[in-house]
């Protein structure tokens, strides 16, 4: 079974400056996705950036880009010039890529993020 | 909003109640889910519809009982529950098929207290 770990509870960072979130997941599978979704105290879960993870590149989405090391199974989202609305809790999920998993996703505990003034 | 509506937003009931939660999707999909979270666990997945159809029951106690009528819709019956249950229950819903990304949106959740 796959799971995924977010190793930090709590982030905080300075409005401008830049945060990066870690993530690991364990999976045997070579053919699987990756997103990281975004809940604000109005709890509405948003996705926020997704990787492939057959393509090398890593996927980018203006302020937020993805570190993304196959070998290591690490996917860090790193958000840049932070802005009070970026604070939420942040959740990596995987989901195989195999057929008939109908979109399953496994989420990790999430990554509470603060950002100050 | 990202087109997945849930009714009612907070919902406290008694162990004895039976309430039920819905969900409505707008977005033309066709795989359906309901989501448990609690505080300091991961989103656990209770239930997965497609087509209408259920194709996944992550052992759930069947206190939880879902429906989906259709694509569009689906329901949480709640019966007998337990304080152990009180959590954020999310409705989430994708495309789906043999490939693709098919990412899952979510409705806001509805916040149960069971007392």
């Known amino acids: 079974a796959q799971t995924v770990t977010q190793s930090q509870p709590e982030m905080s960072v300075q409005e401008a400056e830049t945060v990066t979130l870690s993530c690991t997941y364990d999976?045997?599978?070579?053919?699987?996705?990756l997103f990281w979704y975004k809940q604000p105290p109005s709890r509405q879960m948003i996705l926020v950036i997704r990787q492939e993870a057959y393509k090398q590149q890593n996927a980018t989405e203006n302020r937020f880009s993805v570190n993304f090391q196959k070998a290591a199974k690490s996917f860090s989202l790193k958000i840049s010039d932070s802005q009070l609305g970026d604070a939420a809790m942040y959740f990596c999920a995987y989901r195989s890529a195999r057929s008939g998993t109908a979109s399953k996703l496994t989420f990790g505990t999430g990554t509470r993020l603060q950002v100050t003034l | 909003e990202t087109g997945v509506t849930q009714t009612p937003r907070h919902l406290v009931m008694g162990m004895t109640n039976k309430k039920s939660l819905k969900c409505e999707q707008h977005l033309g999909h066709n795989a359906m889910y309901w989501y448990k979270q609690s505080a300091k666990k991961p989103l656990e997945l209770m239930f997965v519809?497609?087509?209408?159809?259920?194709?996944e029951n992550n052992s759930v106690p069947s206190r939880f009982s879902p429906e989906c009528p259709n694509s569009s819709h689906l329901f949480l019956h709640l019966h007998t529950l337990q304080p152990e249950d009180s959590a954020l229950y999310l409705c989430?819903?994708?495309?789906?098929?043999?490939?693709?990304?098919?990412?899952?949106?979510f409705g806001p959740g509805t916040r149960l207290t069971v007392t």
């Open positions: 519809y497609n087509f209408k159809e259920q194709t």
């Open positions: 989430a819903s994708s495309l789906t098929g043999t490939s693709g990304l098919y990412e899952q949106y």
């Open positions: 999976t045997s599978e070579s053919d699987y996705y």
